[in-house]
């Protein structure tokens, strides 16, 4: 497949991340790491939570872009673009659509919470497998442990914990709602599953097909 096909298949598993997010969010029974970050802070200083995410992955982009010295204008560009439509996507479907949702039954919280790590599981994993588009957390991680010698998972993880710290904080001093619940612990099992299980069955996609 050509690159410009491969670009427009990782930004519709990007913006495909994006609605899985949203629905995690709608479910209300706490979200992933990243996004528990990225929803007190949106809370915090009164902006929608897809404009916060956009804006700490700018943030993280903006570092990556230190790291290479500035070197991959072209790669830039499209994580900028990226992270933009991300969160857009966000936006869209948390205050557009799901906003006027109301789910009352707990099971039926989970039960939407699962679907949305699992969509958005599936479009992180299509990302890195497609190997086109790259996440700027991701991207700085892979940086940082190219030129020191830390593992790129105590990296990730570390950021995990970082933002889990972070939303705590967050919440009990401005008294802003708990999201870093029981949706955070099911995400940890639930999203690398997902993310794992897409890898596979896209490497046997592409060792039965020989190649994009």
């Known amino acids: 497949m050509k690159k410009t096909g491969l670009l427009f298949l990782s ?3 990007y913006t495909l991340t994006g609605f899985g997010i949203s629905l995690t ?14 929803l007190s802070l949106a809370g915090l200083f009164a902006v929608k939570v897809g404009t916060m995410t956009t804006i700490v ?6 570092l990556y872009i230190y790291l290479t010295k500035a070197k991959k204008p072209l ?15 966000i936006n869209f479907f948390t205050y557009q659509v799901f906003d ?3 789910i009352t ?5 989970l039960g939407l919470f699962m679907l949305g790590s699992i969509v958005a599981g599936l479009g992180t994993g299509m990302v890195l497998n497609l190997k086109t588009l790259a996440f700027p957390i991701e991207s700085v991680c892979v940086e940082i442990s190219n030129n020191h010698p830390i593992p790129f998972v105590k990296l990730r ?9 972070i939303s705590i904080i967050i919440s009990v001093a401005s008294s802003l709602p708990f999201v870093v619940r029981e949706g955070t612990i099911i995400s940890l099992v639930l999203l690398t599953f997902t ?9 046997a996609f592409i060792v039965k097909n020989n190649g994009l």
């Open 11 to 13: 930004l519709l598993f």
């Open 25 to 38: 969010i709608a479910a209300n029974v706490g979200v992933s790491s990243f996004n528990a970050l990225n």
């Open 57 to 62: 992955n700018l943030c993280f982009l903006m």
């Open 75 to 89: 790669a830039y560009l499209i994580q900028a673009i990226a992270v933009l439509s991300l969160g857009f996507v």
């Open 100 to 102: 006027a949702i109301q």
């Open 105 to 109: 039954h707990y099971a039926s919280k």
């Open 157 to 165: 993880y570390g950021i995990d914990i970082f933002s889990v710290t």
């Open 195 to 203: 993310i794992s299980l897409t890898k596979k069955v896209f490497e």
